[in-house]
Structure formats: structure tokens, C-alpha cells
């Protein structure tokens, strides 16, 4: 167990729909990352916040948004849903999300968009 | 961009067996590697990682090997049990391109008893 939470852990929903994805990270990380992964694509860096603040962007699309609470809970909101957003998306935290950190994997959650 | 990219999708081997998964890496400014598990319906576990200014590390059954001159490391684990059984991952980063990691596609290990 790395101390990553993720909720819910299962999701199905239809084309066009919104769905928001829930992350903890570990206790005393500051920092959360969320990542997509797909069969064809593999593990792909979505965005990354620290304290609050979003550090980096990677290939986030923009029906995509994500933010980071003062309890250092993060969401991931999807819009517009698409078949192609069926994935997993997993949730990972670091102490202070600066380089050379290791980063702790959530357990995912698995979206089906149908 | 950079990539990361494994040699092989699957590797087979038998219990007690020694394993070694290789993953090559382009970017030659990234800096820190992190090798990781995952088991089906899990979330990908950290196993070893290792810095750009270290060559080899070792960790409880688990070495990692780092060549930076031809962008390659590879993990080795000893003694390999089923439960190693999973799918592993390289993942690389580059500090001045920020903290993102880069993943490699992944090797299915596969342990027979």
C-alpha cells in the first residue's frame, strides 16, 4: 500500500458526460501528479500540483481540468467525455514535487466511457 | 520528444531463475530513473531508482544498472519468485524539463514454477 488513495475506483458513464476523479496523497506529500494510462498510449503525464498551485502540464487535454485542495486532495474533472478518454488514471504524490523525488502510485481508477 | 522504450514486451523465466528487464532511454539530459511494478488491477509500485551520477544500486533482490553512455539501464532481480509475476516499467525524467515522468511501454514478466 503506498499511502495513495483514490476513489472511486470504478466508473462507467456515457459519451459527453462529466465525471471528477478524487486523489490523497500520501501524509506529509505536498505534491500530486496524475497520470492516463492506455493501452496504445501507456502511462502518460497529465498535470502536476504543489500546495495548491499547478507545477507542470503534460498531455492534458483541455476538456480536462484538475485542481489541488488546502487539505492537498486533488480532483480530476473530465468533460465532454469520449470513447477514447476509457483509461486508467492514477493518481501519484511526492514530498515536495521538485526532481529526483520518488513518486508514490494511487491504486487508479478505471473510467469506461460507453 | 523523449521516449523510453523496453527491449522486450515479455520475458519469461523460471523460479529461482536470475531476470533481466533492459529499457532504453533518448534523452541524454535525463537524470533520474525509477523502475516500477505493476500487478494487474494495481496501482504501479516503486521498486529501486537511481540517479544519473550512480552507475549500478542495489536494492533487496533488485539491482539496477545504469549506462548513460548509450542511454540504456536495465534491472536485474535475483532469485525470481511468482509473485514477481507483474508488468515493469521504466520511467525516466529529466530536471530541467520539469518532473514529469517518462514511462517506458512495459515487460510482462512471467515466472513458472
Known amino acids: 500500500d503506498s499511502g495513495v488513495t483514490q476513489t472511486p475506483k470504478h466508473l462507467i458513464t456515457a459519451t459527453g458526460q462529466r465525471v471528477t476523479l478524487r486523489c490523497s496523497p500520501r501524509s506529509g506529500d505536498l505534491s500530486v501528479y496524475w497520470y492516463q494510462q492506455s493501452l496504445d498510449q501507456g502511462l502518460q503525464f497529465l498535470i502536476q500540483y504543489y500546495n495548491g498551485e499547478e507545477r507542470a502540464k503534460g498531455n492534458i487535454l483541455e476538456r480536462f481540468s484538475a485542481q489541488q485542495f488546502p487539505d492537498l486532495h486533488s480532483e480530476l474533472n473530465l468533460s465532454s467525455l469520449e470513447l477514447g478518454d476509457s483509461a486508467l488514471y492514477f493518481c501519484?504524490?511526492?514530498?515536495?514535487?521538485?526532481?529526483?523525488?520518488?513518486?508514490?502510485f494511487g491504486p487508479g481508477t478505471r473510467l469506461l466511457v460507453l | 520528444g523523449e521516449s523510453v522504450g523496453l527491449h522486450l514486451p515479455t520475458l519469461s523465466v523460471q523460479e529461482g531463475d536470475n531476470s533481466i528487464i533492459n529499457c532504453a532511454y533518448s534523452?541524454?539530459?535525463?537524470?533520474?530513473f525509477i523502475w516500477y511494478k505493476q500487478e494487474s488491477g494495481k496501482g504501479p509500485q516503486f521498486i529501486i531508482d537511481?540517479?544519473?551520477?550512480?552507475d549500478k544500486r542495489q536494492g533487496q533482490r533488485v539491482t539496477v544498472l545504469l549506462n548513460k553512455t548509450v542511454k540504456h539501464l536495465s534491472l536485474q532481480i535475483a532469485a525470481t519468485q511468482p509473485g514477481d509475476s507483474a508488468v515493469y516499467f521504466c520511467a525516466a525524467q529529466a530536471n530541467q524539463a520539469g518532473t514529469a515522468l517518462i514511462f517506458g511501454k512495459g515487460t510482462t514478466l512471467s515466472v513458472s514454477s
Open positions: 534523452n541524454s539530459a535525463s537524470d533520474y
Open positions: 537511481i540517479r544519473s551520477n550512480m
Open positions: 501519484a504524490s511526492s514530498v515536495e514535487g521538485l526532481g529526483e523525488e520518488t513518486q508514490y
